[in-house]
């Protein structure tokens, strides 16, 4: 079933961002990102609102999330999507955001700790696959791992990015629409 904009709104004026913060909580309200240690942010509040709408998620879809963080984005997508697969490479913050989703009671998340840009291949194809680090490049493995009538959202470039959106159609050809400017940290 397709989700509605208002009710991803709805949960993004309800969840409390600072629960996903050790420092600078007084500033969850802030929309501006803030680090989370390890060179790592979390990001700004309404850009996560705008890629959450922006993927379209379907509550029947399937989702690969690269870069957990924090696990902010990953509770808009847990809470939308049927299935959530999150991948960190930061072992203190894969173990941090997995104790803490998992405390939310979130229990339709799988985690991984590894480099995202190797996707999920064992848990794929994904319905949408979500980037939440700059690439230099679209890694080729996402793009094979996304099933056809899939999304792909995910900053490309260096110093400031431009959010693509990769679609794959029903015989698998694939398109790229060119988004915002935004900054990212980087994909490790």
Same mark, same amino acid.
């Given at each position: 079933?397709?989700?509605?904009?208002?009710?991803?709104? /709805?949960?993004?004026?309800?969840?409390?961002?600072? #629960?996903?913060?050790?420092?600078?909580?007084?500033?969850?309200?802030?929309?501006?990102?803030?680090?989370?240690?390890?060179? =790592?942010?979390?990001? =700004?509040?309404?850009?996560?609102?705008?890629?959450?709408?922006?993927?379209?998620?379907?509550?029947?879809?399937?989702?690969?999330?690269?870069?957990?963080?924090?696990?902010? =984005?990953?509770?808009?997508?847990?809470?939308?999507?049927?299935? !959530?697969?999150?991948?960190?490479?930061?072992?203190?913050?894969?173990?941090?955001?997995?104790?803490?989703?998992?405390?939310?009671?979130?229990?339709?998340?799988?985690?991984?700790?590894?480099?995202? /840009?190797?996707?999920?291949?064992?848990?794929?194809?994904?319905?949408?696959?979500?980037?939440?680090?700059?690439?230099?490049?679209?890694?080729?493995?996402?793009?094979?791992? #996304?099933?056809? !009538?899939?999304?792909?959202?995910?900053?490309?470039?260096?110093?400031?990015?431009?959010?693509?959106?990769?679609?794959?159609?029903?015989?698998?050809?694939?398109?790229? =629409?060119?988004?915002?400017?935004?900054?990212?940290?980087?994909?490790?």
């Amino acid at each position: 079933m397709k989700i509605d904009k208002e009710d991803i709104i /709805s949960y993004y004026n309800k969840l409390d961002r600072s #629960l996903f913060m050790e420092e600078n909580k007084m500033y969850a309200h802030v929309d501006s990102p803030f680090p989370i240690g390890y060179g =790592q942010t979390i990001s =700004q509040s309404s850009l996560v609102l705008y890629m959450t709408i922006n993927l379209d998620i379907d509550s029947e879809h399937k989702v690969l999330e690269i870069g957990t963080g924090s696990g902010y =984005q990953s509770a808009f997508l847990a809470k939308f999507s049927k299935e !959530l697969y999150t991948v960190e490479i930061i072992e203190p913050l894969y173990l941090k955001a997995k104790k803490r989703l998992s405390a939310m009671g979130f229990d339709n998340i799988e985690y991984k700790l590894g480099n995202g /840009s190797f996707g999920w291949i064992e848990k794929s194809p994904f319905d949408r696959i979500i980037v939440t680090a700059a690439a230099g490049n679209i890694p080729e493995m996402l793009i094979e791992q #996304l099933a056809p !009538l899939g999304k792909m959202i995910i900053p490309v470039g260096e110093i400031w990015q431009r959010l693509v959106f990769v679609t794959k159609d029903i015989d698998g050809r694939i398109s790229y =629409q060119n988004d915002i400017s935004v900054r990212f940290v980087k994909l490790v």
